[in-house]
């Protein structure tokens, strides 16, 4: 059985400033990882996965985040964040083999002005 | 592509009443997972189908609920009683099932549901 925890239910931060959302699953077998990004009264939407290769993954929109097999964590970071990514952020775990994911509680990112 | 649609986007009723949400998959995709989302218990997978076949849903809380895919382009998901605690979002998502695992889900905007 996998599970994920998102270790902050909130984040605040000012504009501009960096932001970590911390996520560590617990697996015995290999994974594949994802954060989903859900704006208010919308649904999930992928910002980026770690299928395989290398451990550091970016999204579009400035987002990355690492795949760190020791620490079993997949944190997710922005340097600098705008008021435009408050929403609440969903990491996500997929068994090897499996097709089933499993998420975590979600982590609500606030950006104040 | 239009993406996931679902309908209704809000839905009150009264308990006891049956419910009924409605989900259409984003052609091509051949997976289809319904989701519940509620402040207490977060994203719960309620049920999984794969090319029109529940897989997996030992998620579907009670005999309550149930789901079905008559073909590949709709869904339902049926609460009959329905209850005040069924109150909560209820998220539709497909994607295209390739190796296992590494398939991203595109969520519906999802449906509101209310019991009072």
């Known amino acids: 059985a996998q599970s994920v925890t998102q270790l902050d239910s909130q984040v605040p931060v000012f504009e501009e400033a960096p932001v970590e959302l911390r996520c560590n699953y617990s697996?015995?077998?290999?994974?594949?990882l994802f954060w989903y990004v859900q704006y208010p009264n919308q649904g999930l939407q992928l910002l980026l996965k770690?299928?395989?290769?290398?451990?550091l993954v970016e999204s579009i929109n400035g987002f990355e985040a690492e795949f760190n097999k020791s620490q079993t964590s997949f944190h997710l970071r922005k340097p600098s964040v705008h008021i435009s990514d408050t929403a609440e952020y969903f990491c996500?775990?997929?068994?090897?083999?499996?097709?089933?994911?499993?998420f975590g509680r979600g982590t609500s990112l606030i950006v104040h002005p | 592509d239009a993406g996931v649609i679902q309908s209704p986007r809000h839905e009150v009723t009264e308990m006891g009443q049956e419910v009924t949400l409605r989900c259409k998959p984003i052609?091509?995709?051949?997976?289809l997972f319904w989701y519940r989302q509620t402040m207490m218990r977060g994203l719960e997978l309620l049920i999984y189908?794969?090319?029109?076949?529940?897989?997996?849903d030992s998620g579907m809380p009670e005999d309550r609920f149930s789901a079905k895919m008559p073909n590949a382009s709709f869904s339902t998901l049926k609460i009959q009683p329905s209850e005040p605690r069924d109150s909560a979002v209820y998220f539709c998502?497909?994607?295209?099932?390739?190796?296992?695992?590494?398939?991203?889900?595109?969520f519906g905007p999802g449906t509101r549901l209310t019991v009072l």
């Open positions: 998502a497909s994607s295209f099932f390739t190796s296992g695992g590494t398939d991203t889900q595109y």
């Open positions: 697996s015995s077998v290999s994974v594949y």
């Open positions: 770690y299928l395989s290769g290398s451990t």
């Open positions: 996500a775990v997929i068994r090897g083999g499996s097709y089933i994911p499993t």
């Open positions: 052609s091509g995709h051949n997976s």
């Open positions: 189908f794969n090319n029109n076949v529940p897989i997996d």
